[in-house]
């Protein structure tokens, strides 16, 4: 059996650096307790409920808690070389512990903010094929009916 503990996705309104403090303290707590991971979501424009974003959380707590797995709880799809070289770096970062999970996601305004289409099924495994072909081939060229449009914003 595997225990992660999942950083919560949309704190009360405050302080961003207590914001932070309060996060990474219970990823100290789950390492000393011997869980097997941290989980952390995105959210975006997420006004009020601000919180350090999902790469660069799990990066610090890769180098604070070497011994866990780092798993992006849900990754919207919204630019897919963007997010294929932000967690290529993550699992790097990790000394290759990241487990990526990727959702096509339920509010629009989570795509309003990148200026992309929602996440519906096509466009989702154009980009989810993008990615896995990024993190497997030397070069890629690809087109897609939903990343062409996303190419042009």
């Known amino acids: ?86 967690l290529a770096a993550l699992d790097l970062l990790s000394g290759g512990k990241l487990v990526f999970g990727a959702g096509i996601g339920w509010r629009d305004d989570k795509f309003k903010v990148f200026g992309v289409p929602p996440g519906l099924g096509a466009r989702f495994e154009e980009c989810r094929t993008a990615i896995g072909r990024l993190w497997t081939e030397d070069f890629v060229t690809m087109k897609g009916a939903g990343l062409e449009r996303d190419n042009a914003n």
């Open 1 to 86: 059996m595997t225990l992660s503990a999942i950083v919560r996705g949309q704190p009360p309104p405050g302080d961003m650096a207590q914001r932070l403090h309060d996060d990474i303290e219970p990823v100290r707590c789950a390492d000393r307790l011997g869980f097997d991971g941290i989980v952390k979501r995105s959210h975006y424009g997420a006004h009020l409920f601000d919180s350090v974003q999902q790469v660069p959380l799990l990066g610090y707590c890769a180098a604070i808690t070497p011994r866990l797995r780092i798993i992006c709880g849900l990754v919207l799809l919204h630019k897919p070389l963007d997010i294929a070289e932000q």
